[in-house]
């Protein structure tokens, strides 16, 4: 088992920056990939950006140069640094860790609202 916890949330105006956390802990010796989803009302959840245990990103097309993934091994915890947010970047974001064993398993997600 392995829970995940975000944070750094908010309300932001266009243009401007948040970064989010993603706390693990459990088997945290098992996860292998660490991503980042968003969902917008009545739209499916989507990948923003992921990360592995060996630094590999991939990234959305609509975040690329805005958007950067990282890990702290030592601290257990994956960071969604978002600049330059635009409205459509509203959503509420979830944390997700895979498992070696390909089990996977979810944050609760924060909110991100970009408005004027």
């Known amino acids: 088992q392995v829970q995940l916890v975000e944070s750094g949330g908010g309300l932001v105006q266009p243009g401007g920056s948040l970064r989010l956390s993603c706390a693990a802990s459990?088997?945290?010796?098992?996860?292998?990939?660490m991503g980042w989803y968003r969902q917008a009302p009545a739209k499916q959840r989507e990948l923003v950006a992921a990360i592995t245990s060996g630094g590999s990103t991939i990234y959305a097309d609509s975040v690329k140069g805005r958007f950067t993934i990282s890990r702290d091994n030592a601290k257990n915890t994956a960071y969604l640094q978002m600049n330059s947010l635009k409205p459509e970047d509203t959503a509420v974001y979830y944390c997700?860790?895979?498992?070696?064993?390909?089990?996977?398993?979810w944050g609760q997600g924060t909110q991100v609202t970009v408005s004027s």
């Open positions: 459990g088997s945290i010796f098992s996860i292998t990939t």
């Open positions: 997700n860790s895979k498992l070696a064993d390909s089990r996977s398993y």
